[in-house]
């Protein structure tokens, strides 16, 4: 079983149900190595299954999208093999969904490749994915090594955390990006990335995306912005939840600590924002121990995984996080470093052309 629910006793069931995890390295109609999901305003489930087991690539990798009204597949896209690396690893897919009343038809997904440093694109409405890379996606050799709760282990990953800015009418949307192994932070505009040109050539135009001039204290897992355009990311060192005002300029003076704890904050590798049936925002944050598990010390006798969740309202209540910048006439301060051309232009990162 690679996805399931919890229920209120904590017990596992295979969602939709057990048949769709029969024979996982057999059964590429089934799931066979679900990494992270996503639910949009349109009450669909988007799953990114990798198709792989360890390092093998047994099933093309696919998107699937449940209707979370019936369970009932409603959608399902296998990647062509032109869109991703024998060493890609589809982590983080983020949905972006143009609602037109009740109409979802317009909507693209943007998943992070950890491994081959770049992102799949998919188009829904016209059923196609692309390939596009660039150097942010990369890791930063100097940002290889990660220390947590004492324990140190070297990773090199790429792009793995991933926020989209709010949907404002007649306005560009930004997708917030950095690899795991980095302090950097980047912006990319959406028309970008949807620009079906990648098809034929996958190297973005260097220009098109875009690095923050601060860097955060240390490296981040996961992160998610909520409809006020509030970044929540969590920290190494020490363990912990920041939020950071994208009116205002990405830098360590403009992060407010949300919580902070030593044992029960380490490697927050899930970030989500939930809307409650009330309408109100929530932040749901999934923590582990997996400087662990990659020290070989992980143990059964310690609390490894844990879930916390809180209302934004709460969380925000006395923060200078929910405090509006005093320049508001660039908005996003992502609008100050960022192109408006959102033509490609072919251009080739040396090596990367190869790959």
Known sequence: MTLGTVDDQGRISAYPDYAWHDNQDLNCNGMTSVF??????????????????????????????FDLSTDQLIYRHIVKETSYKPWSAF???????????????????????????????????????????????????????????????????????????????????????????????????????RNSSFIDDVNAQPQSMNVFPEERPNQSVAKAMDRNGILYFGLMDPPSIWCWNSETEFSPRNFHPVAVNQETLQFASGLKIVNNLKGEQELWVLTNSFQRMMTGSLSSNRVNFRIHAEEISVLMANSPCAVASKDRNHGHYANLISMKDDNHIMFRYGAVSYL
Request: charged residues 20%; contains cysteine; neutral net charge.
């Open 36 to 65: 992270r999901v996503a639910i949009d305003e349109c009450n669909r489930l988007w799953v990114m299954d990798t198709g792989k087991i360890g390092a093998k690539q047994v099933c093309p990798p696919q998107v699937l999208a």
């Open 91 to 193: 982590v983080t897919p983020v949905v972006d969904v143009r609602k037109n009343g009740g109409d979802c038809s317009d909507t693209f997904l943007y998943v992070a490749d950890l491994r081959g440093f770049g992102f799949l694109v998919l188009d829904v409405t016209n059923d196609r994915t692309w390939r596009v890379t660039h150097r942010l996606a990369f890791p930063f050799p100097s940002r290889g090594t990660f220390t947590i709760d004492g324990e140190s282990f070297d990773l090199m990953d790429g792009v793995l955390g991933m926020a989209l800015s709010p949907l404002h009418t007649g306005k560009d949307r930004y997708l917030y990006f950095h690899a795991l192994a980095s302090t950097t932070e980047n912006v990319v505009r959406t028309s970008i990335l």
